[in-house]
């Protein structure tokens, strides 16, 4: 069965979500001859996040923090970390699978006092 564009209807929907998550959905629509069920996935990641660690050790011995990044998308990530400030070390690159959570390891080993 082949359809051109004047067979399609638009159906229009407006979504505002609270929170980042995944949503779902279904959509039952009826007539006399005919019933449909369409399901509906919705993946909403933020815009941007903001986190604040407070790292606290003697001067010359490293503390480690393992930071978890949730993918909650439908592909894969590959991201790139950009460290700014003296003694902050951390992998350059870090994959997270769809689906997945994976821990990027930062370190802080001060060389002095601060």
Request: one cysteine or more; glycine letters at 6%.
């Amino acid at each position: 069965l082949f359809l051109d564009r004047s067979d399609a209807v638009e159906f229009p929907i407006k979504f505002i979500p609270q929170y980042a998550g995944c949503y779902r959905c279904q959509i039952l629509l009826k007539s006399s001859c005919d019933v449909r069920v369409y399901e509906i996935e919705c993946v909403v990641n933020t815009d941007h996040a903001e986190a604040e660690l407070e790292f606290l050790t003697p001067a010359y011995q490293a503390v480690i923090q393992d930071i978890p990044i949730s993918n909650m998308s439908n592909q894969d990530w590959k991201l790139e970390a950009i460290l700014e400030g003296q003694g902050f070390y951390g992998p350059p690159l870090i994959n997270v699978g769809l689906g997945e959570t994976a821990l990027y390891r930062l370190m802080f080993k001060p060389i002095a006092e601060c």
